[in-house]
């Protein structure tokens, strides 16, 4: 704990101190920044915000079916609706987490802007959903017309092109501001409707309707928009936040077993992070979620969904704290450049980026032995790459890494892992060597 002799500062005085000379660090009720002049700083509100949503859950009991802590016995029951909030003062709106979702009309229509609704999906979704997703946008609401755009699935069309598919269909359907964008699909969908939505006259309503465990438990919640540049991933793009985020259960049940397990890199990645309690969960649950139980699916996307809230509410535009959300992007965004857009799935890129990031975090002496092998473990597990394609080189990462979005004043800052588990630090200061040693460990020269 801190003494009380440690500088008391706001969120807002701390968060801009994250700069390239300054490590960042979330441990417990304190941020901790090593710069000049300060060791370990008390932040108040963020003292009282993680005093109140953070509560140490109960541990799992033995048994065959899925242990799944800190619920109530409502909570419990995989069929019950549950609200989360994203508490971003006037801007803030619900996560609705549960299925049959799209066979609740009101959900969506209490958020619809207007008598004009452009939804945007793709190639494999539109057969399974879209005519579900119009029917809960128009039935008992008369006055509400949908335009649909069904856009190419995949990696490899989140670019400029695509994106102008979407602008072509709104200007020709002559939308107007009051229109509202509706995201059904993956994160692909979602980054792309929701940055159409950020730029289309200059700013529309939103819906998130994620249909992967990827998008449910990360990309539909906080905001974050873009496309793909050939230099790099989501280099362009905008902070919008949508109107609300619609996660129905249901629609994991046609998703394939390669996009639900890369959809699973993601919730493990909030336990390294910041949730110990989680990913001790995850390594008891991590087959039943595998098998689609829907009770550990239901209580996985509403805790990824809890702490993805919680950090954005406190950073939303990336000023520091939000950028542990980060662990093994920086990695895996180079491997889905370097390997061309697509060959892995987001997921995958990212569990092989948090080997990584986990290697160098132990040659720097960070974390122990044992911490490396329980995340090898569980990646195992989800059957979850723990290596990048033999194809990619070091000097491929490092070319990639440099044009990062962490980078600042040409320094690259990472997401690493320092201390007990569920403790991370963003930072520019650590010993280039550790990386070079990474790098050359897991890439040919």
Not at 20 to 37: E, V
Not at 198 to 214: E, W
Request: net charge neutral; hydrophobic share 40%.
């Amino acid at each position: 704990m801190a003494s009380s002799s440690s500088p008391s500062l706001s969120l807002k005085q701390i968060l801009p101190l994250s700069s390239r000379r300054t490590s960042l660090f979330l441990t417990g009720s304190f941020l901790q920044l090593r710069s000049s002049g300060f060791d370990r700083i008390r932040c108040p509100s963020l003292s009282s915000h993680l005093n109140r949503t953070y509560r140490v859950p109960s541990r799992a009991s033995a048994g065959s079916a899925p242990q799944v802590m800190d619920r109530s016995p409502s909570e419990a029951n995989s069929g019950v609706l549950t609200t989360v909030e994203a508490d971003l003062g006037d801007r803030s709106y619900p996560i609705y987490i549960g299925p049959g979702l799209l066979h609740q009309p009101h959900l969506l229509q209490r958020h619809v802007h207007g008598k004009r609704v452009l939804v945007v999906t793709n190639t494999t979704i539109a057969p399974i959903y879209l005519d579900k997703v119009i029917s809960a946008l128009t039935s008992g609401n008369p006055n509400v017309s949908v335009e649909t755009v069904i856009l190419p699935d995949g990696e490899k069309y989140k670019d400029m092109d695509t994106l102008m598919k979407v602008f072509d269909k709104a200007i020709e359907s002559r939308l107007d501001r009051r229109c509202t964008f509706v995201a059904l699909g993956g994160g692909v969908i979602g980054d792309m409707c929701g940055f159409a939505a950020a730029s289309f006259l200059r700013g529309v309503n939103l819906i998130q309707i994620p249909t992967t465990v990827m998008a449910q438990v990360d990309s539909s919640v906080g905001g974050k928009t873009g496309i793909n540049h050939r230099l790099g991933k989501n280099l362009i793009g905008a902070f919008y936040q949508p109107q609300c985020v619609l996660v129905d259960t249901d629609t994991l049940n046609t998703l394939p077993d390669r996009e639900l397990a890369s959809g699973f890199a993601e919730v493990i990645k909030y336990g390294l992070i910041r949730d110990a309690e989680f990913f001790e969960w995850q390594e008891k649950n991590m087959l039943a979620l595998m098998a689609r139980d829907p009770s550990a699916l239901a209580y996985a996307i509403k805790r990824s969904c809890e702490n993805k809230a919680e950090v954005v509410s406190l950073d939303e535009k990336e000023s520091g704290l939000r950028a542990t959300l980060n662990l093994g992007h920086t990695f895996g965004h180079a491997i889905e450049t370097g390997y061309g857009y697509g060959q892995w799935l987001h997921g995958e890129a990212v569990a092989a980026g948090m080997v990584m990031a986990v290697d160098m975090s132990y040659r720097l002496g960070w974390i122990d032995e044992s911490l490396v092998k329980r995340v090898h473990s569980i990646l195992k597990q989800a059957k979850l790459p723990t290596a990048p394609p033999e194809t990619i080189t070091v000097e491929m990462f490092k070319s990639v890494m440099a044009v990062d979005k962490k980078v600042a004043d040409g320094l690259l800052r990472l997401i690493l892992l320092k201390g007990p588990l569920g403790n991370c630090v963003f930072t520019g200061d650590y010993d280039r060597k550790a990386l070079d040693e990474t790098l050359g460990a897991f890439c040919e020269s």
